[in-house]
Antibody, heavy 115, light 108 residues
Framework: EGQLVESGGGLVQPGGSLKLSCTASGFSFSGFAVHWVRQASGKGLEWIGRIRIKSNEYATSYSESVKGRFTISRDDSRNTASLYMSNLKTEDTAVYFC??????WGQGALVTVSA | SYELTQPPSVSVSPGQTVRITCSGDALPKKYAYWYQQKSGQAPVVVIYEDKKRPSDIPERFSGSTSGTMATLTIRGAQVEDEGDYYCYSTDISGDLGVFGGGTKVTVL
């Protein structure tokens, strides 16, 4: 059965950077957009961005809360998408999920931004 | 910015029917998706493209839309259906995704 696995979470200081990866196995990664969604502790889901497929020129879009600070990329040859986060703020602390199309989701990676 | 509005919570007795609504101005033109999330787990889609149900989701889950409102219905709710439910869609441009605030379903 296919799955998505996020990696790269951890503790980072305010103003720092971190890169999350999302690796797919068991299904056709290149045929679907990859979305990133986050969830702060005890809060709801927040969509933060997505990257489309090659035929859509790998177009990206971002929520206003992360625009200019976060960058999404993908490497279809490695079945992997990445979320590069810079100028991190304490309010970026959350579990970050990747999602392939509308489903499935990865298990999530915890990012903690704290001094 | 575009928003989807859900009730914060609903409760239902086992075996009864519960409906969760999601309102948004772009819903007449954009698909709605419904996700179930249980504590400490990743969300799982229960309805996609307004009313389609994945093969591994029980038939008691159904989706519908009318105008600017999407509705998730659970007929014959079970205790295992407890959790948080989120609607998801995009703005009218299709570029920006958005989740509703989530609805906590209690079966008791």
């Amino acid at each position: 059965e296919g799955q998505l696995v996020e990696s790269g979470g951890g503790l980072v200081q305010p103003g720092g950077s971190l890169k999350l990866s999302c690796t797919a196995s068991g299904f056709s990664f290149s045929g679907f957009a990859v979305h990133w969604v986050r969830q702060a502790s005890g809060k709801g889901l927040e969509w933060i961005g997505r990257i489309r497929i090659k035929s859509n020129e790998y177009a990206t879009s971002y929520s206003e809360s992360v625009k200019g600070r976060f960058t999404i990329s993908r490497d279809d040859s490695r079945n992997t998408a990445s979320l590069y986060m810079s100028n991190l703020k304490t309010e970026d602390t959350a579990v970050y999920f990747c999602r392939l199309g509308f489903d499935p989701w990865g298990q999530g990676a915890l990012v903690t931004v704290s001094a | 910015s575009y928003e989807l509005t859900q009730p914060p919570s609903v409760s239902v007795s086992p075996g009864q029917t519960v409906r969760i609504t999601c309102s948004g101005d772009a819903l007449p033109k954009k698909y709605a998706y419904w996700y179930q999330q249980k504590s400490g787990q990743a969300p799982v889609v229960v309805i996609y493209e307004d009313k389609k149900r994945p093969s591994d989701i029980p038939e008691r889950f159904s989706g519908s839309t009318s105008g600017t409102m999407a509705t998730l219905t659970i007929r014959g709710a079970q205790v295992e259906d407890e959790g948080d439910y989120y609607c998801y869609s995009t703005d009218i441009s299709g570029d920006l995704g958005v989740f509703g605030g989530g609805t906590k379903v209690t079966v008791l």
